[in-house]
């Protein structure tokens, strides 16, 4: 997964981004638990020691299955009419937070520092996810094309349109469209 260990790269809505979907993807593992949801919070930038409960994970769990939703937004307009109930019902006021000077000030959608994980997860994902949403016009994320996968990622950089959240996915669709060819169509490859 991808991690940013820059002070402010960290802070930066693509990371953010990043991370929600790095979530969304760990919490759609039955078996995931406070152990790995941790570990997804602390290759993402969070700071240690950190503490996630066997509590917090149904409720994360219930977010992920929102921000999934807007991942899978086929279009902007599909993404922000997922987008705004959330933002109108489960996020509070837009406030400014630097942690006390530990961070770079950035914008929080959830009450307070010390909110529950799964209040801030439902919050940072949405801020995240409206704001990429605002500058590209464009659905801010995606649903790997693999059947095999399942994965929301999240298009970045430039270069053609990516259909397969990695590398991975790609290369293992690409063999077995090749290879479906050839069985198809013998001695034509
Ligand atoms: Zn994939």
Same mark, same amino acid.
């Given at each position: 997964?991808?991690?940013?260990?820059?002070?402010?790269?960290?802070?930066?809505?693509?990371?953010?981004?990043?991370?929600?979907?790095?979530?969304?993807?760990?919490?759609?593992?039955?078996?995931?638990?406070?152990?790995?949801?941790? %570990?997804?919070?602390?290759?993402?930038?969070?700071?240690?020691?950190?503490?996630?409960?066997? @509590?917090?994970?149904?409720?994360?769990?219930?977010?992920?299955?929102?921000?999934? @939703?807007?991942?899978?937004?086929?279009?902007?307009? @599909?993404?922000?009419?997922?987008?705004?109930?959330?933002?109108?019902?489960?996020? %509070?006021?837009?406030?400014?937070?630097?942690?006390?000077?530990?961070?770079?000030?950035?914008?929080?959608?959830?009450?307070?520092?010390? $909110?529950?994980?799964?209040?801030?997860?439902?919050?940072?994902?949405?801020? $995240?996810?409206?704001?990429?949403?605002?500058?590209?016009?464009?659905?801010? %994320?995606?649903?790997?094309?693999?059947?095999?996968?399942?994965?929301?990622?999240?298009?970045?950089?430039?270069?053609? @349109?990516?259909?397969?959240?990695?590398?991975?996915? $790609?290369?293992?669709?690409?063999?077995?469209?090749?290879?479906?060819?050839?069985?198809?169509?013998? %001695?034509?490859?």
């Amino acid at each position: 997964m991808p991690v940013l260990p820059d002070r402010s790269a960290r802070h930066s809505t693509v990371a953010m981004a990043l991370r929600t979907a790095a979530l969304v993807n760990a919490l759609a593992d039955p078996a995931a638990g406070p152990r790995e949801i941790a %570990g997804v919070l602390l290759a993402h930038g969070e700071d240690p020691p950190l503490t996630v409960t066997a @509590e917090d994970v149904p409720p994360m769990r219930a977010a992920a299955v929102r921000l999934r @939703e807007v991942f899978a937004a086929a279009s902007v307009d @599909e993404a922000a009419a997922l987008l705004d109930p959330l933002l109108a019902a489960r996020t %509070g006021p837009l406030r400014l937070t630097s942690h006390g000077g530990a961070s770079p000030w950035h914008p929080h959608l959830d009450a307070s520092d010390d $909110a529950p994980w799964p209040e801030w997860f439902l919050a940072s994902g949405c801020l $995240a996810l409206a704001v990429l949403l605002w500058d590209r016009q464009a659905p801010p %994320g995606r649903t790997c094309a693999s059947a095999r996968c399942g994965d929301v990622f999240v298009p970045h950089g430039s270069g053609p @349109e990516r259909r397969y959240c990695s590398r991975r996915c $790609a290369t293992r669709e690409r063999v077995a469209a090749h290879r479906a060819r050839t069985a198809a169509a013998p %001695g034509a490859d």
